[in-house]
């Protein structure tokens, strides 16, 4: 399976941005998928994640209530859509996916077995 992240760029505070991730060497409906994140100088942290069977979703604390993850199956991509952007949300984005997990979302990064390259989002007046 590979993972290809794009969309990433240049925003300032308060707008939006949608980064897609798309799969192939592999369905969408036998994956399960999650997006991290990177800053600078930083570990590397869950930001959402959506099951295999795209029934359940997960969004991180700090992420919830601006970023929605959803997919388009037929697409064979994931979407990460990020609302009300935030200086603190710059960093690299990756998407990952893991294919032992039917039902559940999974949050930490050593559950995911393929990962895409990332794509760099800066938030900046």
């Known amino acids: 399976v590979q993972l290809q992240a794009s969309g990433g760029g240049l925003v300032q505070p308060g707008d939006s941005l949608r980064l897609s991730c798309k799969a192939s060497?592999?369905?969408?409906?036998?994956?399960?998928v999650g997006w991290f994140r990177q800053a600078p100088g930083q570990r590397r942290e869950f930001v959402a994640a959506?099951?295999?069977?795209?029934?359940?979703?997960s969004v991180s604390d700090s992420a919830r209530g601006r970023f929605i993850i959803s997919r388009v199956v037929t697409d064979n991509t994931v979407y990460l859509q990020m609302n009300s952007l935030k200086s603190e949300d710059t960093a690299i984005y990756y998407c990952a996916a893991e294919t032992k997990t039917k039902w559940a979302v999974r949050l930490e990064e050593n559950e995911y077995e393929y990962w895409g390259q990332g794509t760099l989002v800066t938030v900046s007046s």
């Open positions: 959506i099951s295999r069977t795209g029934l359940a979703t």
């Open positions: 060497g592999g369905l969408l409906s036998d994956l399960a």
